[in-house]
């Protein structure tokens, strides 16, 4: 007797797990959601958009001053034609280089007037310099701050540079090179640094004085990653040491909340990872990154919203301008977090396909352009209000595991009409091999519906994969799967 699976629920999110029923104990995820490679569109609650394909990837003019990664970026004035874009870097020569992209037309600006030139070659240390350490990006009292090892150094927004501003801040913490992140938060620039013995601690700018060490924290044996303000109390995330030629801590990382004016802090908590890559208020709740999950603080500590692979670094995570979280993962994914459309629940999806090998920070500019950096030597922008989409978008059904050998019989999709030029080829996958078969292609245009019946496809574990190659965002509705169990 033939059997029936159904999907008709789009918007679980990602499925934790790409097998479904998995007798061998592996994750059920429950209602089917989707693995993705590009993402999906939701519309209204009883329609599902799938295989949005992603942002147009747009030039950016001079974009070839741009010759290593970009680990931070800030814009001013994001809402009038002349705004920019600064964001810092550094090159295969570890020189730290501080860039100004022009929003109004997309141009890195090779040259500024009066004597400063762009990009600007920032005052390194040595050893501090390599890989992006010691770096970070915040704007305070009409100032643009940046850091870059021991130097703290600020730029007016105007024609003056002063890259030597300070040059008090820590290079080093439990023997490991560190960034500075920092934020203004309470009439202060607030600097994630360490003491000189080697401990973390909080350094304070309030626009006249800097004071070293204003929240000592140098008994903890753990680095600041990063930090987060909340608009009442500093969140900062610690985790141990990770370079292998300073000392060795093996323990659970930790966030500390600090109102930024006591002399200590006020609580503290133990995180469910080794590692914290970053923190981020959004809606008014909390959340942060490990290695291996993506958490939200609840109050009295981490509940783990779904598993992930590789946290994004600090400059990685912006929310957009229509309120969605977004972030780039270290494994080059970029995953977006919030209710799809209003009224549908937050959840955790891939939003589009980017392409490349993108390392570094991730900025939207507006409501159409999405800024990355790639790992080598330049930067990328995704457009919406390019002619075309971006790549070949992927959904895939979970991997289906069989009690035995199953046989596909029947396969019907159902969906809104198709507007002319979009194709999406449908394809059957066993688990056995990476190998696909193609059932068909679905193309005709103002159609509602397809079917194919194929004729030999037998696995004990199978998917169904739906790439679409071109032309609008189609509107699946629902996926209907007719199989037999093969008698033995």
Not at 363 to 388: E, I, Q, V
Not at 435 to 459: C, F, H, K, R
Request: glycine share 12%; net charge neutral.
């Amino acid at each position: 007797m033939n059997q029936k699976l159904v999907i008709d629920n789009f918007i679980g999110g990602l499925a934790p797990s790409r097998y479904l029923g998995n007798p061998n104990g592996q994750f059920d995820p429950g209602p089917i959601g989707s693995e993705t490679s590009a993402g999906w569109d939701i519309g209204i609650p009883d329609e599902a958009g799938l295989l949005r394909r992603g942002y147009q990837f747009d030039s950016v003019t001079n974009s070839g001053n741009v010759d290593g990664p970009i680990f931070w970026a800030k814009i001013i004035d994001r809402s009038s034609l002349g705004q920019y874009m600064f964001m810092l870097g550094h090159n295969s020569s570890t020189t730290n280089k501080l860039y100004r992209l022009e929003l109004a037309n997309t141009i890195i600006t090779p040259t500024l007037t009066s004597s400063a030139t762009w990009p600007q070659n920032i005052a390194t240390d040595t050893a501090t310099s390599a890989l992006g350490f010691g770096t970070g990006l915040e704007l305070f009292n009409g100032y643009l701050y940046y850091s870059s090892g021991k130097y703290l150094g600020r730029y007016d927004l105007s024609v003056t540079f002063n890259h030597s501003f300070s040059t008090s801040l820590s290079t080093k913490c439990i023997g490991e090179a560190i960034n500075h992140p920092m934020v203004s938060a309470n009439g202060q620039l607030l600097i994630a640094s360490a003491k000189a013995n080697g401990g973390p601690c909080i350094d304070s700018y309030d626009g006249t004085t800097l004071t070293l060490a204003k929240l000592d924290m140098s008994k903890i044996e753990n680095i600041i990653r990063c930090i987060e303000f909340d608009g009442s109390q500093l969140f900062i995330g610690l985790s141990s040491n990770n370079d292998s030629t300073g000392t060795q801590f093996a323990g659970k990382a930790q966030v500390i909340l600090w109102d930024t004016v006591s002399s200590s802090w006020q609580q503290a908590f133990t995180f469910p990872e080794e590692t914290i890559t970053n923190i981020k208020a959004y809606n008014g709740k909390i959340f942060a990154w490990g290695k291996r999950g993506f958490y939200q603080f609840t109050g009295g500590g981490f509940t783990r919203i779904r598993a992930i692979s590789g946290g994004p670094i600090m400059g990685a995570v912006d929310v957009s301008p229509n309120g969605i979280l977004y972030w780039k993962s270290a494994s080059n994914q970029v995953y977006a977090f919030g209710p799809p459309l209003p009224g549908l629940p937050e959840v955790v999806w891939k939003p589009y396909e980017t392409g490349g090998t993108e390392s570094g920070f991730l900025k939207w500019s507006d409501y159409t352009n999405l800024y990355l950096s790639t790992g080598s030597s330049s930067l990328r922008r995704y457009s919406a209000s390019g002619a075309g989409g971006y790549g070949t978008a992927e959904w895939r059904t979970p991997m289906v595991k069989f009690p035995q050998i199953a046989r596909l019989i029947r396969v019907k999709i159902f969906f809104l009409p198709l507007t002319s030029g979009t194709t999406v080829d449908v394809k059957w996958a066993s688990d056995t091999g990476s190998s696909t078969t193609t059932l068909g292609t679905i193309s005709t245009a103002s159609s509602t519906d397809w079917e194919y019946q194929p004729n030999g496809l037998v696995s004990d574990s199978w998917q169904l994969i739906f790439s679409h190659t071109g032309g609008a965002t189609p509107k699946f509705k629902k996926i209907e799967i007719e199989y037999s169990i093969e008698q033995s």
